[in-house]
């Protein structure tokens, strides 16, 4: 794995057979308008929000040991339920020097792009 890489942190539950492949691309393509390079996926598929996901852990890891320098999620939702610890996990990787980029709702686009 390239130092200063981009990741792509996702989790859903239920699982999902498809893995989040719209909410994926949709991640990919913002890193490429973003001149990003080419993120690694770490999917938690089918674990709860209540639950520690092993590929979260994975990240946090890879995050501390300076592999990964941005990552990229669709909202902090992806954490967790509950806003709080969302926000939480969310802290934790800024505390670690990393930089989180949460992708604009379709509300947000909607808002910008009538605003502009």
């Known amino acids: 794995m390239p130092k200063n890489s981009t990741a792509i942190y996702l989790r859903c539950y239920p699982e999902d057979r498809w893995e989040m492949m719209s909410h994926r691309r949709a991640l990919e393509d913002l890193a490429d308008r973003s001149g990003l390079a080419r993120p690694i996926l770490y999917l938690d598929n089918g674990t709860r929000s209540t639950e520690r996901g092993p590929r979260l852990e994975h990240l946090l890891a ?6 990964v320098d941005t990552v990229l999620i669709p909202g902090a939702w992806v954490f967790a339920l509950c806003p709080e ?30 605003a502009a």
């Open 62 to 67: 890879d995050i501390a040991a300076g592999w």
């Open 85 to 114: 610890a969302a926000r939480a996990t969310a802290d934790r990787i800024r505390a670690t020097g990393a930089r989180l980029v949460e992708m604009a709702s379709p509300r947000t686009r909607a808002a910008l792009q009538t």
